[in-house]
């Protein structure tokens, strides 16, 4: 089956440019924008008025692990999946630069959620390879977005791993956190070849073969397991790109203090929350402090997906508080491992 006879038309997006326009690659900026592989996550903008950003992104195919034993085909922005996060304040200007080598073999374009105009960038960023694009915009609305890449017929390029996370902070910026970590959800849908490719019956069928989070099986487990210590305020910024499944974000033996919505910063601020759905190309924020030592496991709740690689670990080191939660059995409780 041919996948761009099926989304072909979902893939044509208005070039009527809008608030958003073209810009010179000469233009002149005034900080060019820190970018981070997850799980790392950009430092917190400096506290200063609104800035010209410039925002430096490669569209990358390459082959690389998806799990153990099992090569992937990506499509990638900057050679990782997912891609660079990007951290800016509201108000600033984005000078947005996408770049296809001749290597590649696909055009590639982005579609930024925190845009305000036609195709959020797509429009005025499609690049053939060799081709490098420059677009502006102004971040008007603060929030955690997912950009994605939008040219053909869309599904592909999303299925093989060109999303990622793009945060506009509010203008005082976020509270102090201890902790911050990037963390993204997505499906792939293999064709079975030992490089594999994607397999476009799957995903019409909505059968992924791997959900996992930050690009494969186990890249938050063991030695990649994320790191803190007992006191920590942590903030997770997660996203879940589908292409299908809405998440069920869950840390196993934690609860989260708080949780932005959808996104959101600058609404409602939910309290207590043990689970919380993150739609397709949805994203969430939460917090939460940790009070005891040891594993706390990362997972989609929707539970026959950690089968598929949807499960990562946090641990966190610092002496017991057994005020909080101590074992009233001869237990002990391995750093290593976590929860049910």
Partial sequence: MNCKKLFGKVGVVCCSAALL???????????TAQLTAAPNVPSPVAKRGPATVVVNFEAKE??????EGKKYKFWSYNGTVPGPMVRVRVGDTVEFHLSNPKTNVQPHNIDIHAVNGPGGGAAVSTVSPGETK????????????????????????????????????????LPKADKEFYVFQSEFFTDGAPEAGFNIEKGLAEHADHVVFNGKAGA???????????????????????PNSVSSFHIIGEIFDRVYSEGAIGGSVNHNVQT?????????????????????????????RVAKGAIGQLIA???????????????HVDPTKGGH
């Fill in 62 to 67: 390459f082959v690389g692990d998806l799990a």
């Fill in 220 to 242: 938050l487990m063991g030695d990649n397991a994320l790191k803190a210590k007992v006191g920590d305020n942590v903030r997770i910024f997660f996203g879940n790109i589908g």
């Fill in 317 to 331: 080191e610092g002496k017991e508080n057994p005020a909080v939660y101590k074992s009233l059995s001869d237990v």
């Fill in 276 to 304: 919380t759905l993150v739609p397709s190309a949805g994203s969430t924020i939460v917090e939460f402090k940790l009070d005891v030592p040891g594993p706390y496991t990362l997972v989609d709740h929707s539970i026959f």
């Fill in 134 to 173: 420059v677009f502006q915009f102004k971040a008007l609305n603060p929030g955690l977005y997912i950009y994605h890449c939008a040219a053909g017929a869309i599904v592909d390029h999303i299925a093989n791993g060109m999303y990622g996370l793009f945060l506009v902070e509010p203008e005082k910026g």
């Fill in 21 to 31: 326009f073209l810009v010179s690659s000469k233009a002149t900026a005034n900080e």
